[in-house]
């Protein structure tokens, strides 16, 4: 196989690259990436927290069509996935594979235009689904005029990830490299399958719910679930500086969640033959193995050192990422059992599900790693320390109460849908006061992520013009700038 | 919460591109690679961890075994087994099943048990006048009877006697479940007739005498419109 | 050792096993589905929707109306009842038969089952509990039969007769079977509320229809307008705090009209081979309209 020996001369050929011109490498598309990865967080969160209000108090804003419920809910979700979690943890990654590669980030105009396009792509398509052209496919309801763009945008971020992989300095594979290899072939594969099947040729009837099923399961399960733990298997060592606990297990892990995870997404009362549902049931619970398997190795590999995430940051935060990680994975796989599931189908557990995965493995994940890696790329200090406590502790609590509320009220609302003597209205009032606590919730990761994307700009304000044109520096910023930035 | 001390080391580098390469302090001072990134331990894979993976490998094939409706696609929750749907189908109406004993005693005389006709009566396995999709000229032989000659299967047959009238003497659901037999034997496949479609037919046709004076010509017959 | 082709072509087989059994093996099996004869009529099932229907379809894809309302009716089970449907000359052997199917039954309750048929004998009877009764009433020139009963939260609800299966949903693109139920399922709303008028005053004030609704007005679908020469017979008939200033009226936008037009084609839940049902003019309780239709849960035990 050609690839095999061109990247196995080039993995041993040359030395390897010094920290500092890695880092300088990846400084303008990866701090690109991540700054306008955490915009859209807070984009996302505003539009869920509007969202989240409407759901309670159904005249709020109702005049404009625009901001109805059902196009800004799905706006949110996709600001969330797409502008957020999908584009901070493929930034993550290319940072991730560039320093364990030991190589200077490859093509570095490539992602930033990727990077660009992107952005340009899910802002369009979040104006396309607020103008009415939602596709009405969960995670798919951008319209095809901004999707297509976003696939290309995505493959042009994938092959300056490859290229950083093929030509790396380091021959050995650490555990994160496996996972984003895995995750850079996923996403075009699932996307592509789901918008032929889905927009271009269209399956009939209910084939489309299987699809789209599917490519949820991959995209959560595998591509996010992927970037996610190559972050924090990267991360939770790093910051401990101890290596992690076992390299077979995690191999074990890596296999049982490719195989497992990638099946499934149908759930057992869908109008689709009932063996769809019961295998989507079967390796769901198998993704129990891997699930351990990352879990029992992190544990070890932060043996001892508990202490150390009070002191550190970044490992506070990923590591509260795995926990999260964990727990979503097993809540999940309860929930779909069918004594379970037939209590949460079509309730707000699935929201509040969906909020534990994105605000807490991924978004806490994230945080993590633009707490370690923002510094260095900038070489600036973070301004202050105080946002720090301030984001993590608004995070703590917002996670909180957007995922327990609606999980707890998803289960009581199941309860009464279930019983056919209480009147649907009932079953309406009984979740607005979940409704209400998860509003609170959101609009608590607002102000906190809120807080951090200013200073994630003011540190990038800071280096830019400290860099480039240090005179047009404003009087406030000026010795703060000079503090971090300016030479020592 | 406080930033790593070492971070903040890390980070006190000089910026900018130009800014230095190589000969600033802070870089020289570390050697080109020698930020550790992290390495993996090769402590063994727990054993238990693998035996549960074998268990659930196990449970997830009972599982199948029991739930997965023997993978068919007629099958959907909350029932069991293709065979268990069937049972339903056939339990109340299964109107071929009724038909096949009036078969017996009224047409099999002519058209043989086989359906394959003869010196009497033309073929009904395979015949199109049999399977149309919409049975409503079919409806009416029986109803009103039919004479003269017809067409079947490419072959024009003409027989001594017509086809006798029995809209009196047969009920709805009786010309339903014999209709519907015949439909769905001896190879022939098309959705049954219920006894509401042939009562429609008799509305529609209420001028028409069924006491054998007013029976069918085939070229009448072809002028009844098929739905589609 | 380099490792990086062993991952991509292990991964690749992963993610091609799973695309084969839930993307490719899906499609073999139903991909091919067509219309069926289905219903009373044997009419084609599913019809395909009119055109007005098809543009409703696509307002309640624009508003995302799938984010709070499922068309998904789930089933959890079936239960059987034994309904006599004709009593035939043989009073004396179908009277005893009764009693031996339905032990404890009067005198008077065996002649007014027998005098009322088509009436359920039993309910909620297990398949082989029925078909023991069953046996008890065949009595020759009596018929007896047992109808199967789907069962479930969603169907006791009235949001359907039966489960949902593929075949409702043919022509359904795109598919809005949605996750969440803010508001009620709606399969079968045009059988529980038929009214336009009704899902107009709905769409433009919900509170004003159903008391503690959730559910955001669509203002935005209607038109408030000068009344013209003639007040237009379309306009809506608002009253109390909703009512316009006088010389004004609101009338529903083409596409309000579409989206009632959609909502009041949502109803068909005809049996179907894999879904099935009790033939529709057999089922006692199915008609509203007839005198005896509450005797039925009254007379007959549930036994269970």
Same mark, same amino acid.
């Given at each position: 196989?050609?690839?095999?020996?061109?990247?196995?001369?080039?993995?041993?050929?040359?030395?390897?690259?010094?920290?500092?011109?890695?880092?300088?490498?990846?400084?303008?598309?990866?701090?690109?990436?991540?700054?306008?990865?955490?915009?859209?967080?807070?984009?996302?969160?505003?539009?869920?927290?509007?969202?989240?209000?409407?759901?309670?108090?159904?005249?709020?804003?109702?005049?404009?069509?625009?901001?109805?419920?059902?196009?800004?809910?799905?706006?949110?979700?996709?600001?969330?996935?797409?502008?957020?979690?999908?584009?901070?943890?493929?930034?993550?990654?290319?940072?991730?594979?560039?320093?364990l590669g030991r190589v200077t980030l490859q093509g570095a105009g490539i992602p930033i235009v990727g990077g660009i396009f992107?952005?340009?792509?899910?802002?369009?398509?979040?104006?396309?689904?607020?103008?009415?052209?939602?596709?009405?496919?969960?995670?798919?309801?951008?319209?095809?005029?901004?999707?297509?763009?976003?696939?290309?945008?995505?493959?042009?971020?994938?092959?300056?990830?490859?290229?950083?992989?093929?030509?790396?300095?380091?021959?050995?594979?650490?555990?994160?490299?496996?996972?984003?290899?895995?995750?850079?072939?996923?996403?075009?594969?699932?996307?592509?399958?789901?918008?032929?099947?889905?927009?271009?040729?269209?399956?009939?009837?209910?084939?489309?719910?299987?699809?789209?099923?599917?490519?949820?399961?991959?995209?959560?399960?595998?591509?996010?679930?992927?970037?996610?733990?190559?972050?924090?298997?990267?991360?939770?060592?790093?910051?401990?500086?101890?290596?992690?606990?076992?390299?077979?297990?995690?191999?074990?892990?890596?296999?049982?969640?490719?195989?497992?995870?990638?099946?499934?997404?149908?759930?057992?009362?869908?109008?689709?033959?009932?063996?769809?549902?019961?295998?989507?049931?079967?390796?769901?619970?198998?993704?129990?193995?891997?699930?351990?398997?990352?879990?029992?190795?992190?544990?070890?590999?932060?043996?001892?050192?508990?202490?150390?995430?009070?002191?550190?940051?970044?490992?506070?935060?990923?590591?509260?990422?795995?926990?999260?990680?964990?727990?979503?994975?097993?809540?999940?796989?309860?929930?779909?059992?069918?004594?379970?599931?037939?209590?949460?189908?079509?309730?707000?557990?699935?929201?509040?599900?969906?909020?534990?995965?994105?605000?807490?493995?991924?978004?806490?994940?994230?945080?993590?790693?633009?707490?370690?890696?923002?510094?260095?790329?900038?070489?600036?200090?973070?301004?202050?320390?105080?946002?720090?406590?301030?984001?993590?502790?608004?995070?703590?609590?917002?996670?909180?109460?957007?995922?327990?509320?609606?999980?707890?009220?998803?289960?009581?609302?199941g309860a009464k849908l279930n019983d056919p003597q209480a009147p649907f209205i009932s079953v309406v009032r009984s979740i607005?006061?979940?409704?209400?606590?998860?509003?609170?919730?959101?609009?608590?990761?607002?102000?906190?992520?809120?807080?951090?994307?200013?200073?994630?700009?003011?540190?990038?304000?800071?280096?830019?013009?400290?860099?480039?044109?240090?005179?047009?520096?404003?009087?406030?910023?000026?010795?703060?700038?000079?503090?971090?930035?300016?030479?020592? | 919460?406080?930033?790593?001390?070492?971070?903040?080391?890390?980070?006190?580098?000089?910026?900018?591109?130009?800014?230095?390469?190589?000969?600033?302090?802070?870089?020289?001072?570390?050697?080109?690679?020698?930020?550790?990134?992290?390495?993996?331990?090769?402590?063994?894979?727990?054993?238990?961890?693998?035996?549960?993976?074998?268990?659930?490998?196990?449970?997830?094939?009972?599982?199948?075994?029991?739930?997965?409706?023997?993978?068919?696609?007629?099958?959907?929750?909350?029932?069991?087994?293709?065979?268990?749907?069937?049972?339903?189908?056939?339990?109340?109406?299964?109107?071929?099943?009724?038909?096949?004993?009036?078969?017996?005693?009224?047409?099999?005389?002519?058209?043989?048990?086989?359906?394959?006709?003869?010196?009497?009566?033309?073929?009904?396995?395979?015949?199109?006048?049999?399977?149309?999709?919409?049975?409503?000229?079919?409806?009416?032989?029986?109803?009103?009877?039919?004479?003269?000659?017809?067409?079947?299967?490419?072959?024009?047959?003409?027989?001594?006697?017509?086809?006798?009238?029995?809209?009196?003497?047969?009920?709805?659901?009786?010309?339903?479940?014999?209709?519907?037999?015949?439909?769905?034997?001896?190879?022939?496949?098309?959705?049954?007739?219920?006894?509401?479609?042939?009562?429609?037919?008799?509305?529609?046709?209420?001028?028409?005498?069924?006491?054998?004076?007013?029976?069918?010509?085939?070229?009448?017959?072809?002028?009844?419109?098929?739905?589609? | 050792?380099?490792?990086?082709?062993?991952?991509?072509?292990?991964?690749?087989?992963?993610?091609?096993?799973?695309?084969?059994?839930?993307?490719?093996?899906?499609?073999?099996?139903?991909?091919?589905?067509?219309?069926?004869?289905?219903?009373?009529?044997?009419?084609?099932?599913?019809?395909?929707?009119?055109?007005? =229907?098809? #543009?409703? &379809? /696509?307002?309640?894809?624009?508003?995302?109306?799938? !984010?709070?309302?499922?068309?998904? %009716?789930?089933? $959890?089970?079936?239960?059987?009842?034994?309904?006599?449907?004709?009593?035939?000359?043989?009073?004396?052997?179908?009277?005893?038969?009764?009693?031996?199917?339905?032990?404890?039954?009067?005198?008077?309750?065996?002649?007014?089952?027998?005098?009322?048929?088509?009436?359920?004998?039993?309910?909620?009877?297990?398949?082989?509990?029925?078909?023991?009764?069953?046996?008890?009433?065949?009595?020759?020139?009596?018929?007896?039969?047992?109808?199967?009963?789907?069962?479930?939260?969603?169907?006791?609800?009235?949001?359907?007769?039966?489960?949902?299966?593929?075949?409702?949903?043919?022509?359904?693109?795109?598919?809005?079977?949605?996750?969440?139920?803010?508001?009620?399922?709606?399969?079968?709303? =045009?059988? #529980?509320? &038929? /009214?336009?008028?009704?899902?107009?005053?709905?769409? !433009?004030?919900?509170?004003?229809? %159903?008391?503690? $609704?959730?559910?955001?007005?669509?203002?935005?679908?209607?038109?408030?307008?000068?009344?013209?020469?003639?007040?237009?017979?379309?306009?809506?008939?608002?009253?109390?705090?909703?009512?316009?200033?006088?010389?004004?009226?609101?009338?529903?936008?083409?596409?309000?009209?579409?989206?009632?037009?959609?909502?009041?084609?949502?109803?068909?839940?005809?049996?179907?081979?894999?879904?099935?049902?009790?033939?529709?003019?057999?089922?006692?309780?199915?008609?509203?309209?007839?005198?005896?239709?509450?005797?039925?849960?009254?007379?007959?035990?549930?036994?269970?």
């Amino acid at each position: 196989m050609p690839a095999e020996t061109g990247s196995s001369t080039a993995c041993s050929a040359s030395p390897p690259v010094p920290v500092n011109e890695i880092d300088r490498s990846c400084r303008t598309p990866v701090v690109f990436l991540l700054a306008c990865s955490q915009a859209w967080l807070v984009i996302g969160l505003l539009f869920g927290v509007i969202s989240s209000i409407k759901l309670h108090g159904p005249g709020f804003l109702s005049g404009s069509e625009w901001l109805a419920y059902g196009r800004i809910y799905p706006a949110a979700q996709n600001a969330l996935a797409y502008g957020f979690a999908a584009q901070a943890l493929l930034g993550v990654g290319l940072w991730i594979l560039a320093r364990l590669g030991r190589v200077t980030l490859q093509g570095a105009g490539i992602p930033i235009v990727g990077g660009i396009f992107w952005n340009l792509s899910v802002a369009l398509g979040l104006l396309g689904i607020l103008a009415g052209h939602n596709t009405a496919y969960d995670w798919l309801e951008m319209p095809r005029y901004a999707s297509g763009p976003l696939f290309f945008s995505y493959l042009l971020i994938a092959i300056c990830a490859i290229m950083t992989f093929k030509l790396r300095r380091e021959c050995a594979l650490y555990v994160s490299q496996w996972y984003l290899l895995a995750a850079l072939l996923w996403f075009p594969w699932i996307y592509s399958t789901a918008q032929l099947l889905l927009i271009i040729f269209p399956v009939r009837g209910v084939l489309q719910a299987v699809v789209n099923g599917w490519f949820v399961q991959n995209l959560f399960d595998i591509w996010l679930g992927s970037l996610g733990l190559a972050a924090i298997f990267y991360f939770l060592p790093k910051t401990l500086d101890r290596p992690l606990h076992s390299r077979y297990l995690a191999l074990f892990g890596f296999w049982a969640l490719l195989f497992f995870g990638s099946w499934g997404g149908m759930y057992a009362g869908a109008p689709v033959p009932k063996w769809l549902g019961s295998l989507s049931i079967v390796f769901k619970v198998m993704t129990l193995i891997p699930l351990l398997a990352v879990g029992l190795n992190l544990y070890r590999t932060m043996a001892g050192k508990w202490s150390a995430v009070k002191t550190d940051a970044a490992l506070g935060f990923v590591a509260l990422g795995a926990l999260c990680y964990l727990l979503v994975g097993v809540v999940g796989i309860l929930s779909v059992l069918r004594t379970v599931s037939e209590r949460t189908l079509f309730t707000l557990f699935t929201p509040g599900m969906t909020n534990l995965y994105l605000f807490g493995f991924v978004a806490l994940t994230v945080a993590g790693a633009m707490y370690y890696i923002v510094p260095r790329l900038l070489e600036a200090e973070w301004p202050s320390g105080g946002t720090q406590t301030f984001h993590f502790w608004t995070s703590v609590a917002g996670i909180a109460l957007v995922t327990l509320p609606l999980l707890f009220g998803g289960l009581t609302q199941g309860a009464k849908l279930n019983d056919p003597q209480a009147p649907f209205i009932s079953v309406v009032r009984s979740i607005i006061p979940f409704l209400g606590l998860s509003t609170l919730g959101g609009t608590l990761l607002l102000i906190g992520n809120a807080a951090l994307l200013g200073r994630i700009s003011k540190a990038m304000l800071a280096t830019c013009c400290g860099s480039c044109c240090p005179g047009l520096l404003s009087a406030s910023q000026k010795p703060r700038a000079l503090a971090s930035g300016g030479k020592v | 919460m406080k930033p790593d001390p070492k971070k903040s080391s890390n980070a006190a580098r000089p910026n900018g591109p130009g800014a230095g390469k190589g000969s600033s302090p802070n870089v020289s001072a570390k050697s080109p690679a020698n930020e550790a990134e992290p390495t993996a331990g090769l402590a063994h894979t727990p054993i238990w961890l693998i035996i549960l993976f074998a268990a659930l490998f196990y449970w997830g094939q009972l599982y199948l075994d029991n739930h997965a409706g023997g993978f068919d696609p007629q099958v959907y929750e909350p029932y069991e087994s293709a065979k268990l749907v069937k049972a339903l189908n056939t339990g109340a109406d299964d109107l071929a099943a009724k038909g096949e004993p009036l078969y017996g005693m009224v047409c099999a005389a002519c058209h043989q048990p086989n359906g394959s006709g003869g010196a009497l009566a033309p073929p009904l396995a395979g015949s199109e006048w049999v399977t149309a999709a919409d049975p409503s000229r079919l409806i009416r032989i029986p109803l009103h009877g039919l004479s003269g000659p017809i067409q079947v299967k490419g072959q024009d047959y003409t027989f001594p006697s017509g086809m006798t009238a029995m809209g009196e003497v047969l009920s709805d659901d009786s010309l339903a479940a014999i209709l519907s037999y015949i439909r769905q034997s001896w190879g022939n496949s098309a959705p049954q007739v219920t006894p509401a479609q042939v009562a429609k037919v008799r509305q529609d046709t209420a001028n028409r005498p069924m006491n054998g004076t007013a029976t069918w010509t085939a070229d009448e017959l072809l002028k009844v419109p098929l739905a589609q | 050792m380099n490792q990086g082709p062993l991952i991509f072509l292990g991964a690749l087989l992963a993610l091609a096993a799973s695309w084969c059994g839930m993307v490719v093996v899906p499609n073999v099996q139903i991909g091919r589905q067509q219309q069926v004869a289905a219903g009373p009529s044997n009419s084609r099932y599913p019809a395909i929707p009119s055109g007005e =229907a098809q #543009r409703g &379809r /696509d307002v309640y894809r624009a508003q995302g109306c799938f !984010y709070c309302h499922t068309t998904n %009716v789930r089933q $959890s089970g079936a239960k059987f009842d034994v309904v006599l449907a004709s009593a035939g000359t043989n009073k004396a052997a179908l009277a005893s038969g009764l009693r031996a199917a339905r032990p404890g039954l009067t005198p008077a309750e065996v002649s007014q089952i027998m005098e009322q048929a088509p009436k359920p004998v039993l309910q909620g009877l297990t398949r082989a509990e029925a078909e023991t009764a069953l046996k008890h009433l065949t009595v020759p020139d009596a018929k007896a039969e047992i109808i199967l009963v789907p069962t479930g939260p969603d169907i006791e609800r009235g949001w359907g007769r039966r489960m949902s299966v593929a075949q409702d949903y043919l022509f359904d693109q795109p598919l809005m079977l949605s996750k969440q139920r803010i508001g009620p399922d709606l399969t079968t709303i =045009a059988a #529980r509320q &038929r /009214d336009p008028s009704w899902h107009l005053l709905h769409l !433009y004030n919900p509170q004003s229809k %159903v008391n503690g $609704s959730t559910m955001p007005p669509y203002r935005f679908l209607f038109e408030k307008r000068k009344i013209g020469r003639h007040p237009s017979p379309d306009a809506l008939q608002l009253t109390g705090e909703d009512a316009v200033e006088p010389g004004y009226e609101v009338v529903p936008t083409e596409r309000a009209r579409a989206l009632v037009a959609y909502l009041l084609s949502m109803d068909a839940q005809f049996g179907l081979f894999e879904a099935p049902l009790p033939v529709e003019p057999k089922r006692p309780d199915a008609t509203t309209n007839q005198p005896s239709a509450t005797a039925p849960t009254n007379a007959a035990p549930t036994n269970r």
